[in-house]
């Protein structure tokens, strides 16, 4: 009987255990399949990484200052380009290890046009701020497009008045801080990214007017999409969020729509100090609350945040003292052409001035010199004119003699009066001595004459 005990007993040992290894090695099956479907995401963009490992050159950290730092940068063979629009610099197919330590590409102060594009990214520096890629401050026409960025602080850091850049068709996953963070940047398009196991998807600080467009946001370990602090005027649009929502913290005028949200516990939450938040559209499945609308009403009495009437107000100001400059430049153009037409007048009449005096004085001198010549004349009203070969008769007149050749006296102008002139009845011998000058104009005379036959004047023999 003791060993028929024995016996069934070893028997029920043996089935027990051999049931228990089936229970066990069912559960590790059961296990793995669990964990490979919920990581299999993961495997497939490293999988991907380590392809793209494969064809890309190894590169050590990044860093360009200034639009001259893509001109060095080129000489070392990172990039290539120019800087313009049809022909950027371009950095593409790197691996960039950061080494634990900073940013594994930083980019400050740069508005030339530029890409980042096929690159794989990794392991930077722990400190707050650190990224795989860094835009430091007034970064701009920039592109970040297809790179797989992972194990950093951050994914992409867009700090401090960066605007117009494009970050699309990113993966970024397991960065400790968030896979994009922005900081007061504003005008930017973030699109079509995987974003996944990060801290926050996305982090969006007081930066405003940008697009999140299309993106995929799942399984990060706070918050997928989260807007803080005066982002305002932000257009969220057509994103998938799985286990992940958005937050809405402080912010106006935001537009949140056509997005789909599921499994999370609040699909969309907006806090008590936004105002103005639009959401409408958004597909929600698995939540325990879809929205939790806490905001401020929305009042036309007050339809803009602060900032945005300051702003307004500075823009009004503004153009009033446009138009007050642009008016007392006009008015100033106006006195200046008045008073140079006054000074072409005033000149004019000066002018005319001195011609008017000019010609008195002219009037007057030859008004003088005319009573001088009547003078000589009525002095010497006799004038002789000797004839080369015979004797001649003179005639008396104040105007000057006419001289015939065919006639053998001389006679008074046809147009005087007969009572004004009478012929002379004397006769005159011709003057024989020698030839001079008249020194007044030039006149050949006989030294005999008293006067000159052609001016009248009184010769000094």
């Known amino acids: 009987m003791r060993l028929k005990l024995n016996t069934k007993g070893n028997k029920f040992r043996v089935i027990s255990i051999l049931i228990l290894s089936s229970i066990i090695i069912n559960l590790q099956m059961d296990l793995s399949l669990v964990e490979d479907s919920n990581q299999v995401d993961l495997y497939q963009v490293i999988k991907t990484g380590e392809n793209k490992l494969k064809t890309s050159t190894i590169s050590g950290k990044i860093s360009v200052s200034g639009n001259f730092g893509w001109a060095f940068l080129k000489t070392t063979g990172k990039c290539t380009g120019s800087g313009i629009s049809s022909d950027p610099y371009i950095i593409k197919d790197l691996v960039i290890d950061g080494g634990g330590s900073g940013n594994c590409i930083l980019i400050d102060d740069s508005d030339v046009y530029f890409k980042i594009q096929n690159c794989t990214i990794y392991n930077s520096g722990g400190i707050w701020g650190n990224a795989g890629i860094r835009f430091e401050a007034f970064v701009r026409n920039g592109q970040v497009i297809n790179n797989t960025i992972y194990d950093c602080e951050n994914g992409i850091f867009i700090n401090w008045e960066s605007t117009d850049l494009n970050v699309s068709r990113n993966n970024l996953f397991n960065n ?69 929502e958005i937050k809405i913290y402080s912010c106006s005028r935001n537009i949140i729509r056509g997005n789909t949200i599921t499994n999370i516990g609040v699909g969309i939450f907006i806090d008590k100090d936004s105002t103005c938040n639009i959401y409408s559209n958004n597909i929600f499945n698995g939540n325990n609350d879809d929205i939790q609308d806490n905001q401020a009403e929305c009042s036309i009495e007050n339809p803009f945040p602060v900032e945005t009437a300051l702003t307004l107000g500075i823009i009004i100001i503004g153009i009033t003292l446009g138009i007050i400059a642009i008016g007392l430049i006009i008015r100033r153009k106006y006195l200046n052409n008045e008073v140079r037409r006054f000074e072409k007048q005033a000149k004019r009449e000066a002018e005319k001035k001195i011609l008017v005096e000019r010609r008195d004085k002219l009037s007057k001198l030859e008004d003088r010199e005319s009573e001088q010549a009547n003078a000589v004349l009525e002095e010497n009203k006799v004038a002789v004119l000797p004839p080369p070969k015979e004797k001649l008769s003179l005639v008396e007149t104040t105007e000057e003699a006419i001289f015939n050749e065919n006639q053998t006296e001389i006679v008074a102008p046809a147009q005087l009066p007969k009572e004004e002139s009478e012929i002379v009845k004397e006769t005159v011998e011709p003057p024989k001595g020698e030839m001079i000058s008249c020194p007044f104009c030039g006149k050949e005379l006989s030294s005999d004459f008293i006067f000159c036959l052609r001016c009248g004047k009184k010769l000094d023999n």
């Open 176 to 244: 400790y801080d968030a896979g994009i963070y922005f900081i007061n940047s504003h005008n930017n398009s973030i699109s079509d990214n995987i974003i996944s196991t990060n801290g926050h998807g996305m982090f969006i600080l007081n930066s405003s007017s940008n697009i999140i467009l299309d993106n995929q946001i799942r399984n990060n370990m706070w918050t997928g999409l989260h807007v803080t602090d005066g982002s305002n005027n932000n257009l969220i649009q057509g994103n998938f969020l799985n286990y992940d």
